[in-house]
């Protein structure tokens, strides 16, 4: 285990539900990272946070909110998704933005109808 | 975004043997390279990582290259066990930015 949990592991839903991500990482360290993991395509970073303060958007649709509560969790809202948001979501965290590794949660499957 | 990329993507070996995967970069700045290791069903886990001040760095069973005249990283792993089954990610970063990871090589190991 890396540290880093994420909740649920799967989720369906359909385009007009809300439903939220969690990760929740363990390992005293104070940034974190939401992922998009596509078929056939590099992990895609979307949003960081560095001591509870978003410091990235990576140009995600505002469909994608996120939430950072503390250093140690991190949500991912999601409201009226398309189909084409289907993916594993990752969710990683680091000492901090200075420190170079990463360490990754086991994702969550999404799939959206 | 600068690219990382991947010759192969995908490789099957033989139990036992020696695997080589290979991960081309195209940012010279880039000083900092993982390697991680994505099992089926979980997140990526580091397994390697290494400085564009080094050339080879060796940890239990896996050495990563570096040559950085051609922009080049790999991988090495010795004696391919079945449990190293998964895809297999290089990642590039300059100090404090973010990681621009490749698309990934799946090994398979076979018995």
């Known amino acids: 285990e890396t540290g880093v949990t994420q909740t649920p592991r799967h989720l369906v839903m359909g385009m007009t539900n809300k439903k939220s991500l969690k990760c929740e990482q363990h390992?005293?360290?104070?940034?974190m990272y939401w992922y998009k993991q596509s078929a056939k395509k590099p992990l895609e970073l979307m949003f960081v946070?560095?001591?509870?303060?978003?410091?990235e958007n990576n140009s995600v649709p505002s469909r994608f909110s996120p939430e950072c509560p503390n250093s140690s969790h991190l949500f991912l809202h999601l409201h009226t998704l398309q189909p084409e948001d289907s993916a594993l979501y990752l969710c990683?965290?680091?000492?901090?933005?200075?420190?170079?590794?990463?360490?990754f949660g086991p994702g969550t499957r999404l799939t959206v109808l | 975004g600068e690219n990382v990329g991947l010759h192969l993507p995908t490789l099957s070996v033989q139990e036992g043997d020696n695997s080589i995967i290979n991960c081309a970069y195209s940012?010279?700045?880039?000083?900092?390279f993982i390697w991680y290791k994505q099992e089926s069903g979980k997140g990526p886990q580091f397994i390697i990582d290494?400085?564009?001040?080094?050339d080879k760095r060796q940890g239990q069973r896996v050495t990563v290259l570096l040559n950085k005249t051609v922009k080049h990283l790999s991988l090495q792993i010795a004696a391919t066990q079945p449990g190293d089954s998964a895809v297999y990610f290089c990642?590039?970063?300059?100090?404090?930015?973010?990681?621009?990871f490749g698309p990934g090589t799946r090994l398979s190991v076979l018995p």
């Open positions: 990683a965290s680091s000492q901090d933005r200075q420190v170079n590794e990463q360490f």
């Open positions: 390992l005293g360290h104070n940034a």
């Open positions: 946070y560095n001591f509870k303060e978003q410091t």
């Open positions: 940012n010279s700045a880039s000083d900092y």
């Open positions: 290494i400085r564009s001040n080094m």
């Open positions: 990642a590039e970063n300059i100090w404090g930015q973010n990681f621009v």
